[in-house]
């Protein structure tokens, strides 16, 4: 059974920034492509960034493109979203997601296997 668990969120004032964690268990890590996605109340989720398995190529939407982040550390199971100047319209549950490693269509929601349990951030003005 793979488990996913995010960590990191809270509330932060525009401008500012927060780091996810999310830790997977139960599988090999590196088979994984993995992604962040998130959702307000009454949204579709939505794609935030993913990278490949091994972490040589990265995907993000215009929206957070130069501003967020995603890494990962193979050894520690996990991967990492580092958001910055961060705005109030970034406020959403923060979702990590494991697909397959031959996964190319990097926004598909449907294309990912495992979800987290998500993590609130929260930006206030």
């Known amino acids: 059974q793979v488990q996913l668990v995010e960590s990191g969120g809270g509330l932060v004032q525009a401008g500012g920034s927060l780091r996810l964690s999310c830790v997977v268990s139960?599988?090999?890590?590196?088979?994984?492509?993995m992604g962040w996605f998130r959702q307000a109340p009454g949204k579709e989720r939505e794609f935030v960034a993913a990278i490949s398995q091994y972490g040589g190529t990265t995907y993000y939407p215009d929206s957070v493109k130069g501003r967020f982040t995603i890494s990962r550390d193979n050894a520690k199971n996990t991967v990492y979203l580092q958001m910055n100047s961060l705005k109030p319209e970034d406020t959403d549950v923060y979702y990590c997601a494991a697909g397959p490693w031959y996964l190319r269509v990097y926004a598909d929601r449907g294309a990912y296997n495992y979800w987290g349990q998500g993590t609130q951030v929260t930006v206030s003005s």
């Open positions: 139960g599988r090999t890590f590196s088979s994984y492509t």
